[in-house]
């Protein structure tokens, strides 16, 4: 019988993606007591109010080492996450932190050596794998239905308002590392014992880099698999800012040897056109008056509840936790993979030459 055990969760960072996490764990059946920590500790306290927190503060550390938390989840910017991560898993805390796991190979290396000295538990939020289309492809995959892969192809295409509104936050945060990084993880997931040996890339700029950001327009990326597997990857987000999607726009195909999967994820099936204007997920003051709805990729907010990928992957991971069910969040071994791969496709776009992918190149880039 599976167990039934009470937690306390602690939710760092109480920004867009943290007040929807705060948001969902006040309402698990699991959760019994709940912190939030921000650096505005204005901010921290209308989460906590909102939510029913129990303790609210400024100090990350406040919260992650409360004795009544047994789980953290890290929804800093990208480039703060390692610091709150060590800190729980230094404290005995399971973990969950945002995508991607950080953004230099040397921070992933820390936190999954100490992961390993804690013998704790870290996942990394790929919310993509909780999307209904991708869920039911990683099934047929299993059931052999595909054959063997011998090809992948995918695309992922975004507006400038939100490559803008990511790279004002960060610099480092860029459409390959931050967002490509959702089908890295997925080819992981989907052919888990074919890791990507050889990376060519390359870039070309435009719109992003005149108004100023070290960005290009557009960076497309051929892969080689360890058993000659080719995966096509290309990656966009030169759309103009009131192109009508929330969120991605995306595509992803699996070529077999005794059948093809292809996953339309363009989000063209469901649109509004209003007068009142949409407001984007993402980028704060932004409205569009056309809008591919389902294109926000956490979800959405329905009846008074949040629905979608994100819901469905805290509620597994709150779950896994509470009850010991296994879960298909991604693991930090796996998440150092993606971002090794997204880093050689900049790496190969900036040197103009293929990068091999060993364990000696990772420790180099390190």
């Known amino acids: 019988m599976p167990q039934h055990r009470q937690i306390g969760v602690?939710?760092?960072?109480?920004?867009?993606?943290?007040?929807?996490?705060?948001?969902?764990?006040?309402?698990?059946?699991?959760?019994r007591f709940l912190a939030v920590s921000d650096a505005d500790p204005a901010r921290a306290r209308a989460l906590a109010d909102k939510t029913?927190?129990?303790?609210?503060?400024?100090?990350?550390?406040?919260?992650?080492?409360?004795?009544?938390?047994?789980?953290?989840?890290?929804?800093?910017?990208?480039?703060?996450?390692?610091?709150?991560?060590?800190?729980?898993?230094?404290?005995?805390?399971?973990?969950?932190?945002?995508?991607?796991?950080?953004l230099e190979l040397e921070?992933?290396?820390?936190?999954?050596?100490?992961?390993?000295?804690?013998?704790?538990?870290?996942?990394?939020?790929?919310?993509?794998?909780?999307?209904?289309?991708?869920?039911?492809?990683?099934?047929?995959?299993?059931?052999?239905?595909?054959?063997?892969?011998v090809g992948i192809s995918a695309r992922l295409y975004n507006t400038r308002a939100q490559v803008y509104q990511m790279l004002n936050r960060n610099p480092g945060a860029t459409p390959v590392?931050?967002?490509l990084t959702y089908y890295v993880d997925l080819l992981g997931w989907y052919a888990p014992d074919n890791p990507v040996v050889e990376v060519s890339a390359w870039g070309q700029a435009g719109t992003i880099r005149a108004r100023g950001y070290?960005?290009?327009?557009?960076?497309?990326?051929?892969?080689?698999?360890?058993?000659?597997?080719?995966?096509?990857?290309g990656v966009s987000f030169a759309f103009p800012d009131h192109y009508p999607s929330l969120g991605y726009s995306g595509r992803f195909e699996i070529l077999g040897t005794e059948g093809v999967l292809v996953i339309d994820d363009d989000h063209l099936d469901q649109l509004l056109c209003t007068e009142h204007g949409i407001p984007h997920i993402y980028v704060p003051d932004h409205t569009v008056n056309m809008a591919f709805l389902g294109s926000s990729a956490p979800g959405d907010w329905a009846e008074g509840d949040f629905w979608g990928p994100l819901a469905s992957?805290?509620?597994?991971?709150?779950?896994?936790?509470?009850?010991?069910?296994?879960?298909?969040?991604?693991?930090?071994?796996?998440?150092?993979?993606?971002?090794?791969?997204?880093?050689?496709?900049?790496h190969a776009v900036a040197s103009g030459k293929p990068v091999k992918l060993s364990p000696a190149w990772a420790s180099a880039a390190a």
């Open 10 to 31: 602690a939710v760092v960072g109480a920004g867009r993606i943290g007040a929807m996490r705060a948001h969902l764990a006040a309402a698990h059946p699991a959760v």
């Open 52 to 102: 029913q927190a129990r303790v609210s503060s400024a100090d990350n550390l406040e919260v992650i080492s409360h004795p009544e938390v047994d789980a953290v989840i890290v929804s800093t910017s990208e480039h703060e996450h390692t610091a709150p991560v060590l800190q729980a898993l230094e404290c005995g805390k399971a973990v969950l932190v945002e995508k991607p796991i950080a």
């Open 107 to 149: 921070d992933a290396s820390r936190i999954l050596a100490a992961l390993e000295a804690s013998r704790g538990n870290l996942r990394v939020g790929y919310s993509r794998r909780f999307k209904r289309r991708y869920l039911t492809a990683k099934e047929q995959v299993k059931l052999g239905r595909v054959g063997k892969i």
């Open 177 to 179: 590392v931050d967002s």
């Open 214 to 233: 070290d960005c290009d327009d557009v960076t497309w990326a051929i892969l080689r698999l360890a058993d000659g597997a080719i995966v096509n990857l």
């Open 313 to 346: 992957e805290t509620r597994a991971w709150l779950d896994h936790l509470s009850t010991g069910r296994p879960c298909a969040l991604t693991t930090a071994a796996e998440a150092r993979n993606n971002l090794a791969v997204t880093l050689a496709i900049e």
